[in-house]
């Protein structure tokens, strides 16, 4: 039997310059179910996402899926794509074995918690304060370089990556520091400033774009205190559920999650396209 995507409308192109196309998977010319294929808004036509892949279940466990991602793929390269993405919900583990099976590599996962309504406690000697215009200077540069890092690190070329870092940091904070919406805090320990952080207010939920600790003062717990302030905020904004994601390979940060109860919601991966 010979499995082949057909296009089922033309090529699209969207307002941000990205392209996708519809297909129906087929079977001896029988369909059996759909890809969706796309481009990357993020980093445009030299990146390929699988943006959705169904077999009906009459013929799934039969390869059928694996054959049209294969498929999907050979599109990918003729649209001059280097790298393609997909992403699995969490629990998805089928899914993951497929991808797994066919060589994608995880970048990334989201990850949440469903708060209460009594903000946790922080340590003692803990203190959080708002950041200065200066301390925010400070903390984009720095952000922004472990940022363009972490995609680099991760197959991105690094004039993309460095690109990527500094379009997400102009679209998401057109005021600096002062963006609606958007909290900066300094943690400190008995005086000293031991770590940073960022959420983001939204519609029904705060968003977790930045933690860390201070190099000299990690391995002591401060990564716990500033994701409890995290939660502290969400809750007094009236929000009672957080979001975050962390990068494949980091893996205090996903212990730290994990522990704390946050639960994955997506799985992302990526595949080199030779």
Not at 116 to 145: C, K, N, V, Y
Request: net charge neutral; charged share 25%; with cysteine.
């Amino acid at each position: 039997m010979t499995t082949t995507l057909r296009p089922t409308e033309p090529l699209q192109r969207a307002a941000d310059g990205t392209r996708s196309r519809h297909y129906q998977v087929c079977v001896n010319s029988r369909p059996v179910g759909a890809v969706h294929l796309g481009t990357s808004p993020a980093f445009g036509d030299s990146v390929a996402r699988i943006l959705d892949l169904r077999i009906e279940e009459p013929d799934r466990r039969r390869g059928r899926g694996t054959v049209a991602a294969l498929a999907a793929e050979e599109v990918a390269r003729g649209w001059g794509c280097r790298q393609i993405e997909a992403s699995a919900p969490g629990g998805a583990e089928a899914a993951l074995r497929l991808l797994t099976a066919l060589g994608y590599v995880p970048r990334n996962r989201g990850m949440e918690k469903h708060l209460g309504d009594t903000p946790p406690d922080l340590p003692a000697g803990s203190h959080a304060r708002s950041m200065t215009e200066a301390d925010f200077a400070i903390w984009l540069e720095h952000e922004s370089q472990r940022y363009a890092r972490t995609w680099i690190e991760r197959g991105v070329p690094k004039a993309e990556a460095y690109a990527k870092a500094q379009g997400d940091h102009e679209r998401l904070l057109p005021d600096g520091v002062a963006t609606a919406d958007m909290q900066f805090s300094v943690l400190e320990q008995d005086g000293t400033r031991v770590g940073t952080l960022w959420v983001a207010l939204q519609d029904d939920k705060a968003y977790v774009y930045d933690v860390e600790a201070d190099a000299a003062h990690r391995g002591r717990g401060h990564g716990r205190t500033l994701m409890l302030l995290a939660e502290r905020q969400t809750i007094a904004a009236g929000r009672r559920l957080l979001g975050l994601n962390v990068f494949a390979g980091n893996t205090p940060a996903e212990r730290l999650y994990e522990s704390l109860g946050y639960t994955t919601t997506r799985h992302t991966l990526y595949k080199n396209l030779l």
